[in-house]
C-alpha cells in the first residue's frame, strides 16, 4: 500500500465533502481505480462517474452536513479501515459509521464496504 490508512480516509472524506461537481468528479478520480466499487446498506456506485453521482445524491439528502473522520483510520495489507461521523459542523453528530476500502498495488481505491452504526450521535 502507498498511502497510509489516514491519508485515503482524508481524502476519501474531502471527496464526500466537495460541493462542487467538476472537484468532486476529480477527487473520486485521483482516489478511486477507473473499475471501483461501493456499497453500503443504502447505497452503491460504481466507476468514477457512478460513485461521484452516488456522493452527489447523498450531499442533496443531508445539505449542510459534512462528514469528519471518527478515531484513528488503521489498515492492514491492502485494506484501510477508518470511522465518520456526519452531522453540522461543530455540532453534534446525527449519523456515523465505518467504512472499508481495499486498494490496489497503486493505493487507489478498488472498493468500500460500509458499514453504518445503529443510530446517531456518535461521538
Do not use: C, K
Request: aromatic residues 8%; glycine residues 14%; hydrophobic residues 45%.
Amino acid at each position: 500500500m502507498t498511502a497510509t490508512p489516514h491519508a485515503i480516509a482524508e481524502r476519501y472524506l474531502a471527496s464526500w465533502n466537495e460541493a462542487d461537481d467538476a472537484r468532486r468528479q476529480a477527487l473520486v478520480a485521483a482516489l478511486w481505480s477507473p473499475q471501483g466499487r461501493y456499497a453500503d446498506p443504502l447505497m452503491s456506485g460504481e466507476g468514477h462517474d457512478g460513485i461521484a453521482r452516488m456522493i452527489a445524491t447523498a450531499r442533496a439528502q443531508f445539505p449542510g452536513l459534512v462528514f469528519s473522520a471518527r478515531g484513528q483510520a488503521d489498515g492492514h495489507g491492502p485494506f484501510a479501515r477508518f470511522s465518520w461521523s456526519l452531522g453540522p459542523a461543530g455540532g453534534a453528530p446525527v449519523a456515523g459509521g465505518t467504512d472499508v476500502a481495499r486498494l490496489d498495488d497503486a493505493g487507489r481505491v478498488v472498493e468500500v464496504i460500509g458499514f453504518l452504526d445503529a443510530g446517531a450521535g456518535h461521538a
